[in-house]
């Protein structure tokens, strides 16, 4: 089915006319491959990206490229198909005392999305991010060929294909096992993988290491085999403590540095000796108790919230009464998977909070050495510019991966959600200058409009990754409005 339509974003900014195909098959797919597209495509899983990542002229949605979910359950391992959400996985695998070991902030993310960001959770300290828990990825080339890539190996692989196509029901992939070589196909793109990878098409885990964050331009991911972490209980053990400013939310992320959860609300409009305040949440897997997924019920936002309410005066009065709640109901308590990990996906719509025009996310990750002064002073400068936010979300990061464009480095990364107006944009010119002054990069998965020189300031890797890009893509027919402002594949699509 082809539907031309508005498309956007999670932050609903920026929007575009596109075609979106939905294949149902690899067959149908590679047809939309082999001639049925008229330009620059990209695929899209949920669409929770929050930018322009996932939006081209032409966009494949993986929501209907399988179904396929798949566990070993006595090793923990999963294969799954990539349009699956991870909410859906969820409900799968928690009954049977098996849980995803990174999650991010909405069950609504796509396995193939959760590849594209590598995204991170409230454990990254801990666990890291999604991709360093997949031990083999499916990838359709733009040339049509089918590859398995992991983190140890990559090649082409028959059996991949055959999985993929929905040809061996029910047959799952054997992780050790050895693949075939390349296809015959001769057309540029498989041609010029092949004379880069050698006559087996063997990156070694290039290819796997450019996928991994890498926001779906070098193919469409069909299937993820991932390691899943055991789990006693659908139950999360939380705890909340208040923080009276700044230094004390660093202060008790590090104190609690050993819990497995860690995350932080923070009051970015506040000032002086208050600035930074917040409260801080903590969580481990309860030992005991029973193993069902429950999803909470939501309340949908009906409309989008008048831009006249959005002013500083407004968002000051919620975010003081957001602190002092928070602190009321500050301890202990047992929160189900939903309530503690995804806590906006209680709210439908959420994002029309922000207003008609939509809103940007600006999420950015500073070193340990660097966090506290850059973080302060992007706060200082947030709130000197009458720019506030509902959302200030402050979380501990743990080691960066090999994953060439994965954006967790060990630190602090800080989220701020700002709706969307004129004055806003040279502001973010500004904290992108604090950004890269303290050694810190932005999110790919949340940036709308970061240029290229910033892009490539922060990201010392994009060369690699472009190389590779250029071996299985020559042509650079996945590409996005993202990946042209960034310069990574060159004309407008």
Known sequence: MNETKP????????????????PTDLDELRKLLDGGLRGACIARGSGLS????ALAP??????????????????????????????????????????????????????????????????????????????ELTLVLASGEVVRCGP????????????????????????????????????????NSRQASGANGDFGADLFR????????????????????????????????????????????????????????????ARGPRMGRGTVYLAEHEAHGELRYRQRRSVAVPFATPASLLNRPGLALFNATYFHWQKLRAGRSSQGIDTYFFPLDGIGNWN????????????????DAAA???????????????????????????PANGNLLSFPTSGYTLALDFKREASLFPLLEELDSIVLDHGGCIYLAKDARMSETVFQQSYPDWQRFLAIKQAVDPAMRFRSAQSERLGLTGAKP
């Open 7 to 22: 498309v956007s974003g999670w932050g609903r900014y920026p929007r575009t006319e596109a075609r979106v195909s939905m």
């Open 50 to 53: 929050y930018g322009d990542s």
């Open 58 to 135: 032409e966009i494949i949605s993986s929501r209907d490229l399988g179904h396929r979910c798949e566990l070993d359950r006595t090793s923990g391992v999963l294969r799954c198909s990539a349009g699956l959400r991870l909410r859906e996985v969820l409900r799968e695998v928690v009954p049977q005392g098996w849980f995803l070991p990174v999650l991010p902030g909405t069950g609504e993310v796509s396995v193939g999305g959760a590849v594209a960001a590598d995204v991170h959770g409230k454990n990254h300290h801990r666990d890291g991010s999604f991709c360093e828990h997949a031990r």
């Open 152 to 191: 140890g190996r990559e090649r082409s692989s028959a059996q991949a294909e055959s999985a993929a196509s929905g040809k061996a029901a029910g047959q799952t992939l054997s992780p050790g096992g050895e693949a075939s070589s390349c296809g015959d196909s001769e057309n540029a793109s498989s041609q």
């Open 210 to 269: 450019a996928t991994c964050g890498g926001m779906g331009l070098t193919g469409i991911v069909l299937e993820a085999e991932l390691q899943l972490a055991p789990i006693t209980s659908a139950r999360m053990a939380s705890e909340s403590l208040p923080a009276a400013n700044l230094a004390q939310c660093f202060e008790l992320l590090e104190e609690h540095e050993q819990s497995h959860y860690s995350v932080a609300w923070l009051d970015c409009l």
């Open 352 to 367: 029309l909070l922000y207003g008609g025009a939509g809103f940007l996310q600006y999420q950015f990750v500073l070193p």
């Open 372 to 398: 506290r002064q850059g973080i302060a002073e992007v706060l200082r400068r947030a709130s000197a510019a009458g720019k506030g936010s509902f959302l200030s979300v402050l979380k501990k990061m743990g």
